[in-house]
């Protein structure tokens, strides 16, 4: 234990209402203590649950543990609770860039540098994500926080990847609950269990075999434009499906104690997944 | 006004929501619907129908029971469903502006009573 952490722990048990825990968070998420950091972050925020610092740190140390969506909730309720913070708004950016917004991660990350113009890493941020919004997906820039390391590039089907390996990169996008599936009903990638514990990846695949086009077909005959998603709920699960590309699909099944919103947060990232893997350029 | 007006009209109400219908999930068929002129009931019965059997018999095949609500996101505007007892779907169609999480918790309720 380093000096600072030393007297920063000791400073917070001889006062624990105190706002020692930031900096001993911060401290230790620096150091890679993440579980550390986590705790006193918790334990700070149920002192102060309305304290934007707090919600702005928990979404720091949740991001290098890589739970992204963890980390926007964390960054939305600083921003909730401080509409200018900065580094939320940046935080939030990066994960749009990382889900495949371009338009929205630029948004947050103009907001933020306008809030900060001497910040400079958000500067430096907002010019990798244009950039990025110009260039070949693959090429994916840095983080634009210090915060996440990015995730690796899943190998495309023309790659020497296996043809087993998970396609989707995100941690909370293991293979397992996300399935690519082509127009004719036949798996992709990804696997789905049932809630009994069996693989029903094959069979509902097939079942899916046309959703697309009949989402299509029903949004275009009701005016409402190219179908960009459908959420689904069930007492055992909620579905998301959104079309990769205009052949095939691709379905995340989470638990329905998930917020839809976040659902449809990962679904988009492993949608972007999926078309780096099928060597579609956005 | 009957109980099945005051739900269509209820969820009618919530910004962005420009029509609501029950139809029979099974045919396709309207059985109520208060829609904002030019507006085809029979069109989106028909369509929301088709997709929710497909979608109904995805989840039967996950292990899963019957989608307690749907939502087909255009780049314009949303398709929103609730299914209930009896092979009865409540549907909306709302804009692109729609307050959808209202519109999702004034149909799951409206959808109840109905039972």
Redesign the interface.
Known sequence: MTDDIRALTARLADEPSSLAFLELGEALRRRGQLEAAYKVARGGLSRYPGLADAHDLLGRILGDQGDLAGAFDAWADALRFDPMRSGALKGIGFLYFRAGNIEAALEHLQRAADIDPADESIAQALARVRAASRAIPSKEPEPATDTIAPAPVAAGPGGDGDAAAPIFSAPENGDQGVMLVDGNGLRLSGSLLSPANEDVGDRVAAELAGVSKEASRTAKLLGLGAWVAIAVESPEGNLFLVPPTPQTLLLTVRDPSLPMARLGLIAERAARDARAWLGVQE | MSPTNAVLERVTRVPGVRGSLLISATDGLVVAERLMDGIDGR??AA??A??IQ??V???????????????????????LAAPGRNDLVLVA?AGADANLGLARVEMLDAVGRLA
């Open positions: 069109a989106i369509l929301a088709s997709l497909r979608l018999r995805a989840t039967a095949g996950a292990g899963m029971r019957i989608p307690t609500f749907v939502h087909l996101r255009g780049h314009t505007g949303s398709v169609l």
